[in-house]
């Protein structure tokens, strides 16, 4: 297969493995490497980094983000890079729980807690959980206020946010809170689990989900 319709066969299936492109191109494993420089292409920061992906496929979320297949890509570089990039860009800094959401880590990963000693970033315990923020002094201070704001108000999601959670609903009826959390994640907003309890339970909503204890 010539170089113009493996490019061809790479777009149509999305992502390939380095094993995959040997096959297609016959040739070394080197020579692929040298390829997919040359195409510029990005690496997944899921799976061990072993799938790759041509620039133009991916439509990338809010966060910089696109899944595929339960491959995730970044447009921030490698896992590091985008914990740290989705860490500044936050409104409020990401918990723990979240940033396992959004890059899909179990949520007590160790990769996780090691970005405590990450340049750029901070981390403390809000409310028993860990928190980290940027290390940024004015965008350190937005983020505390944020967080300190959630705390104070009522709790709701914003019409946006609520339009997002009802949509999910409609979709997935028997969708659990903490699935819904994570789907509005992907979406590139953050919605605490208890702030959608609420909204389910103010509009008598809350018996439609699967499990309401989560």
């Given at each position: 297969m010539d170089?113009?319709?493996?490019?061809?066969?790479?777009?149509?299936?999305?992502?390939?493995?380095?094993?995959?492109?040997?096959?297609?191109?016959?040739?070394?494993?080197?020579?692929?490497?040298?390829?997919?420089?040359?195409?510029?292409?990005?690496?997944?920061?899921?799976?061990?980094?072993?799938?790759?992906?041509?620039?133009?496929?991916?439509v990338f979320d809010p966060n910089g983000l696109w899944r595929y297949q339960r491959v995730l890509f970044s447009t921030h570089g490698n896992l590091k890079q985008t914990l740290v990039a989705m860490i500044n860009k936050s409104a409020r800094g990401l918990s723990a729980v979240e940033i396992a959401r959004l890059v899909d880590l179990p949520f007590?990963?160790?990769?996780?807690?090691?970005?405590?000693?990450?340049?750029?970033?901070?981390?403390?315990?809000?409310?028993?959980?860990?928190?980290?923020?940027?290390?940024?002094?004015?965008?350190?201070?937005?983020?505390?206020?944020?967080?300190?704001?959630?705390?104070?108000?009522?709790?709701?999601?914003?019409?946006?946010?609520?339009?997002?959670?009802?949509?999910?609903?409609?979709?997935?009826?028997?969708i659990g809170i903490e699935q819904l959390a994570t789907r509005i994640a992907h979406q590139g907003q953050w919605v605490e689990p208890e702030a959608i309890r609420a909204f389910l339970e103010r509009h008598d909503l809350v018996k439609k989900t699967a499990d309401t204890r989560q």
């Open positions: 170089d113009k319709k493996v490019l061809e066969n790479f777009r149509r299936q999305k992502i390939a493995t380095i094993e995959q492109l040997v096959q297609w191109l016959k040739c070394s494993v080197i020579t692929v490497r040298r390829r997919l420089k040359e195409w510029r292409s990005l690496t997944s920061i899921n799976q061990n980094g072993r799938y790759y992906t041509l620039p133009e496929v991916p007590n990963s160790s990769f996780i807690s090691r970005m405590a000693r990450v340049p750029g970033v901070k981390r403390e315990k809000h409310e028993g959980r860990f928190v980290y923020f940027s290390a940024g002094p004015e965008i350190y201070t937005l983020q505390q206020h944020a967080r300190a704001s959630d705390r104070k108000g009522a709790g709701m999601p914003t019409d946006s946010e609520a339009v997002m959670i009802l949509v999910e609903l409609v979709k997935d009826p028997g």
